[in-house]
């Protein structure tokens, strides 16, 4: 069902959603809200990306929340319900040879 909609769409629509981000190290916070996609190549909100070759870790908890590492950051992206479908959706991406 999954790869119907991506195959239809090209991208998954996530809806709003806040990112923070902590930066190991300095541990300087920042955050950002906007709208949520993910394509073959990045995970976007608003006018942010990360490129799916750079996410590691990639999990979700709480029907909400998505947590991953980036570069020198750790991330962590919570929508109203759309946090198992990201994670899904970036498994799809990650391993089907679509990236």
């Not at 979700?60 to 020198?72: D, G, V």
């Amino acid at each position: 069902m999954l790869s119907d909609y991506i195959a239809k769409r090209g991208k998954i629509d996530a809806g709003e959603g806040v990112i923070t981000e902590l930066q190991t190290g300095t541990d300087n916070k920042s955050e950002f809200s906007g709208r949520v996609t993910l394509d073959r190549n990045c995970l976007r909100v608003e006018d942010e990306s990360y490129s799916l070759s750079k996410i590691r870790g990639f999990s979700n908890f709480l029907k909400r929340i998505n947590e991953f590492n980036y570069e020198n950051s750790i991330m962590r992206l919570k929508t109203e319900i759309s946090s198992p479908l990201l994670l899904w959706g970036h498994r799809y991406f990650s391993h089907s040879g679509e990236s």
